[in-house]
């Protein structure tokens, strides 16, 4: 079960401070305290190329776990929302898009519904830099998923 009681622990702020609603979307589908995800965007856009997307796969790879992350150019996030309550039911994902706030902003969708918002702030457009909205589906996965070990089993097969 989700816990859809989940909110923010670090307050948006910038620069001082950047919210950390992406990671308590993780902690909510993943069965984890928020304490136990680590604050992917803590740096706000002062990030290096890829050190987000390092960083998720890296704790993904420690809890066994995948992830799936597209785009949906659409203009009203409710249509991302309705096409996965269809193409998969029962399967929760995060939705990034843009807040009430006008920042960037995270919740957790369920069969066409946002059950879980962080901040309360919602999702009323998609991000300006792309006008998109963005998906993450997590998933664990066998052990042979992990990208440590597909060149291992690689090399085993040579031999």
Known sequence: MIDTTLRNTV????PNSYGNCHSVCFAAIMGLAVDDVPHFFAKGDARAPGEVED??????DTRGWRQSSFRFPVA?????????KFLSPGVPAIL???????CGHSVVILD??????????????????????????????????????VPAARSARKE
């Not at 307050?11 to 910038?14: A, G, K, N, Q, S």
């Open 112 to 149: 066409g519904e946002i059950i879980l918002d962080p901040t309360g702030s919602g999702i009323v457009a998609p991000f300006d830099e792309d006008e998109s909205y963005w998906v993450t589906i997590l998933m664990p996965c066998p052990p042979h998923w992990h990208s440590a070990a």
């Open 96 to 102: 990034g898009g843009k807040s009430s706030r006008g």
């Open 55 to 60: 960083s998720i796969q890296s704790f993904l």
């Open 76 to 84: 009203d996030w409710r249509d991302v929302a309705t096409t996965l």
């Open 11 to 14: 307050r948006h702020d910038p």
